[in-house]
Nanobody
Framework: QVQLVESGGKLVQAGGSLRLSCAAS????????MGWFRQAPGKARQFVAT????????NYVDSVKGRFSISRDNAKNTVSLQMNSLKPEDTAVYYC????????????WGQGTQVTVSS
């Protein structure tokens, strides 16, 4: 079973940037669609971005379009989320997850990394 570990979360001022990383072990992620999700206190988990197994196609929630960018390096077994122009409403625990293209639900998840954006 693939295991994911996120890193890069921290406290940042509004308007700043962060780069989150997700490192996979126990197997290759090259065949999986990978995604980033987030969960703010008291709110449901929200989809943020996804990237296909080859990295050709990406998709984002409207609120982060133009500010966030998802990428992957299958050779290094990693997925990244570049976050620019951060806003206080981006504050959340960010999770990395993976699934096969045909799957309805994500099969494996990381433990999350905290991102806090101060105003």
């Amino acid at each position: 079973q693939v295991q994911l570990v996120e890193s890069g979360g921290k406290l940042v001022q509004a308007g700043g940037s962060l780069r989150l990383s997700c490192a996979a072990s126990g197997g290759t992620i090259s065949n999986y669609v990978m995604g980033w999700f987030r969960q703010a206190p008291g709110k449901a988990r929200q989809f943020v971005a996804t990237i296909t197994s080859t990295g050709v196609s990406t998709n984002y929630v409207d609120s982060v379009k133009g500010r966030f960018s998802i990428s992957r390096d299958n050779a290094k077994n990693t997925v990244s989320l570049q976050m620019n122009s951060l806003k206080p409403e981006d504050t959340a625990v960010y999770y990395c997850a993976g699934k096969l293209r045909s799957a309805l639900a994500y099969d494996f998840w990381g433990q999350g990394t905290q991102v806090t954006v101060s105003s």
